[in-house]
Nanobody, 119 residues
Framework: VQLQASGGGLVQPGGSLRLSCAAS????????WGWYRQAPGKQRELVAF???????NYTDSVKGRFSVSRVNAKNTVYLQMNSLRPEDTAVYYC??????????????WGQGTLVTVSS
């Protein structure tokens, strides 16, 4: 499974961006998607995730501003980011989790897309 993320860029504080991530390959079925970010000098953190059934969760700092969605038929996940702040500046990575049974899974990672929030 290969993940291709896009949509990053430079935006002013208070602005919006939408990140996309598409999975490609053969014979896979994504059970959950995640968006992580890593700011300079900081650890990578989970920003949001969504299951194939539509269950979502967000880290506290983005609740009410970010929204994660997916289109299962397109194997694509989105991260809508509104009211962006300078502290949202980071490289954003998408992940896709595929379970092989009830316990074992594989996580796939995209290449990362840079989001810079600055005036």
């Amino acid at each position: 499974v290969q993940l291709q993320a896009s949509g990053g860029g430079l935006v002013q504080p208070g602005g919006s961006l939408r990140l996309s991530c598409a999975a490609s390959g053969r014979g896979f079925s994504i059970n959950a998607w995640g968006w992580y970010r890593q700011a300079p000098g900081k650890q990578r953190e989970l920003v949001a995730f969504i299951t194939s059934g539509g269950i979502t969760n967000y880290t506290d700092s983005v609740k009410g501003r970010f929204s994660v969605s997916r289109v299962n038929a397109k194997n694509t996940v989105y991260l809508q980011m509104n009211s962006l702040r300078p502290e949202d500046t980071a490289v954003y990575y998408c992940t896709a989790r595929q379970f092989s049974d009830s316990v074992h899974f594989t996580d796939y990672w995209g290449q990362g897309t840079l989001v810079t929030v600055s005036s």
